[in-house]
Every structure is written in C-alpha cells, then in structure tokens.
C-alpha cells in the first residue's frame, strides 16, 4: 500500500524568505502523480502544484516549485518569496493507479511579517 | 457557484446516540468522499463512492456508514458514535478522473462525550 509522510507538523520563515516543505513516499507503482495542495482556513482544497512521475522536470508555478527525486521518493515544496497568504496547511498527497489519493499528515505553514 | 455544503458545522453529541451528518454537491460529480482530519494523521478517507448506489470503505471506515441513493447527497452516519471519533469531517466531490480540482465542504467539528 502507498503511503506519504510529511515529517514537519510546522514551519515557519519570514515574510519574502523561501522555505521548502518536505514528503517523502512509498509505493511500487511506476507512473503516479505526485501533488501539494494547500488548505486555508476557510477549509477548501486548493491545488498548489502536480508531478508527474514520468517526467524528469521538475514542476513549478510562479513562486512554487518542486524537488522530485523518484529514486529516494521524496518530494518537497520550494515556496520562494513567501507572503503573507501563503500561510496555510499544506499537504502532499499521492495519487494511485485507481485514481485514490493518499494524503500526508500536512504541515502548518506560518508567515512572519 | 460551485460548492459542497455539509450540516451541521458544529455538533456535540453523546455515546451512542445516532448521528447523520449530510453532504450535498451542486456540480453532478460522480465521486464523492468523507474524510476525517486529526492533528498529525492528516486526512484518511472513511468511504468514498464512485457513482450512485457504488460506495466501498476508504482507510477507517470502522463505526462508519454511508449511503448514495442520489448522485448530489452522500450522507455520513454514526449509527452508535464514541469519543474516538471525535474528529473534523470533511465532504468532498470530483469528477472522478480529475484530481487536480476537488471541491471541500467546509468541515463538520463533532466532539462525542
């Protein structure tokens, strides 16, 4: 069974700083996506970056980019030029063959002015 | 607007007493899923189902039921709840072969004592 983990309940960087989340993985599937969403208080899930497993490249949008590293499983969150709105939970999740996410325990990204 | 609602948003309850907990979505997707969310575990899936009358257990489905007799509503229920699913339950909905763009109900808070 796949599993993901994210081993940092919490973090926190200073406003306009960077600071990289972290997920690690376990599977035996192949070709999957990888996925960071990002949770704000008002709850709703908004999709922040994906991966796909068979591309090398690593995926990035505006100010988000990812480290993927498929041999070691891991997959982390670069937010560079961080802003006050991007505190939030964020989670990295895993999606299988049959379409079923996996999801981390989430990290709670803080922004310091 | 696009959204998934759940009621209530708050509940306190006691042992044993039955429960149901309504979800509603307004956008005709076939996949609809209860999450619960608890400090350090994340979201793990309780149930899930891929079309009406199609429902099968996510990863704690135990003390849980759900039932999709129409394609908008899936419905949680505690039939005898206990203080260990004290939790924050979320609704979710997608069309089922697009995770990039899921849709949250705002949460359920239930505390059972």
């Known amino acids: 069974a796949q599993t993901v983990t994210q081993s940092q309940p919490e973090m926190s960087v200073q406003e306009a700083e960077t600071v990289t989340l972290s997920c690690t993985y376990d599977?035996?599937?192949?070709?999957?996506?990888l996925f960071w969403y990002k949770q704000p208080p008002s709850r709703q899930m908004i999709l922040v970056i994906r991966?796909?497993?068979?591309k090398q490249q690593n995926a990035t949008e505006n100010r988000f980019s990812v480290n993927f590293q498929k041999a070691a499983k891991s997959f982390s969150l670069k937010i560079s030029d961080s802003q006050l709105g991007d505190a939030a939970m964020y989670f990295c999740a895993y999606r299988s063959a049959y379409y079923q996410l996996i999801w981390g325990a989430g990290t709670k990204l803080i922004i310091k002015p | 607007e696009a959204q998934v609602t759940q009621n209530p948003r708050y509940l306190i309850t006691v042992t044993g007493k039955k429960l149901t907990v309504t979800c509603s979505q307004n956008?005709?997707?076939?996949?609809m899923s209860w999450y619960r969310q608890d400090p350090g575990l994340g979201l793990r899936q309780i149930y899930y189902s891929m079309n009406v009358e199609v429902t099968d257990k996510g990863d704690v489905p135990e003390g849980y039921k759900v039932s999709r007799k129409e394609k908008r509503n899936f419905p949680l229920i505690l039939e005898s709840p206990s203080p260990n699913q004290t939790s924050l339950y979320f609704c979710?909905?997608?069309?089922?072969?697009?995770?990039?763009?899921?849709?949250f109900g705002p949460g359920t808070r239930l505390t059972v004592l």
């Open positions: 956008m005709n997707h076939e996949y």
């Open positions: 991966q796909e497993a068979y």
């Open positions: 599977t035996s599937e192949s070709d999957y996506y």
């Open positions: 979710a909905s997608r069309e089922f072969w697009n995770t990039d763009t899921q849709y």
